[in-house]
């Protein structure tokens, strides 16, 4: 059973316009959440992340938003631009100690940018 | 040289084979992982590391077997694979346990034959 899910394999945008990708969450116990993003050929490379204290983090033009009693979160990224195109995989964690270190990913959204 | 470091990064091998995958990171981290990347599936995790000591064996099977020489280099020995064992193996890295964000290498792609 897929605790964090990205509902959508792919999506595409127009450069400069707005790219929202989605993420959904099924374990309350999760309390930071992060966003990474993978080009071809390479690992997975951190891209802004979220604590469950909070609904919002930016950081130039990525914004995440944490909506907790929906259990979804969110990145923003505008505006969009052609080397954004990856695939971006979304990470939750429940913090802790003991063995509660585990990220969980989702499968990942394939962003695509179009000039 | 900064970073995580995987080699090799590909790697094609028969079931009877034994080969081992090897990172380094050079961020001064003491927490080690690796990670399977199947197609169309989360990354899962594997193994975790601390400071040479192994802290979580993910029900792996034990054809997959760690090695963790220092809190630099980790290794990944694999003897009688699978064909379900192809996939992209990822090693990452934090500061200690748990820390985030997590570091990662580029991966190996292992195919077995």
């Known amino acids: 059973d897929q605790q964090v899910k990205q509902n959508s394999p792919s999506l595409s945008v127009q450069e400069g316009r707005i790219s929202i990708l989605n993420c959904d969450y099924t374990?309350?116990?999760?309390?930071?959440f992060l966003w990474y993003k993978k080009y071809p050929a390479e690992g997975p490379t951190f891209l802004i992340s979220i604590s469950s204290i909070k609904d919002k983090n930016e950081d130039g033009r990525f914004t995440v938003f944490l909506n907790k009693s929906a259990k979804h979160l969110s990145l923003h990224i505008v505006p969009s631009q052609p080397g954004d195109s990856a695939v971006y995989f979304c990470?939750?964690?429940?913090?802790?100690?003991?063995?509660?270190?585990?990220?969980?990913f989702g499968k990942g959204t394939l962003l695509t940018v179009n000039p | 040289e900064t970073g995580v470091t995987q080699t090799p990064r590909h790697l094609v091998m028969g079931m009877t084979n034994k080969k081992s995958l090897k990172c380094e990171q050079h961020?001064?981290?003491?927490?080690m992982y690796w990670y399977k990347q199947s197609a169309k599936k989360p990354l899962e995790l594997m193994f975790v590391y601390s400071l040479e000591e192994r802290v979580e064996n993910n029900s792996v099977p034990s054809r997959f077997s760690p090695e963790c020489p220092n809190s630099s280099h980790l290794f990944l020995h694999l003897h009688t694979l699978q064909p379900e064992d192809s996939a992209l193996y990822l090693c990452?890295?934090?500061?200690?346990?748990?820390?985030?964000?997590?570091?990662f290498g580029d991966g190996t792609r292992l195919s077995i034959l």
């Open positions: 990470a939750a964690i429940r913090n802790g100690g003991g063995s509660n270190y585990k990220l969980t």
């Open positions: 374990n309350s116990m999760f309390d930071y």
């Open positions: 990452a890295s934090s500061q200690v346990v748990g820390s985030q964000p997590q570091h």
């Open positions: 961020l001064g981290h003491n927490a």
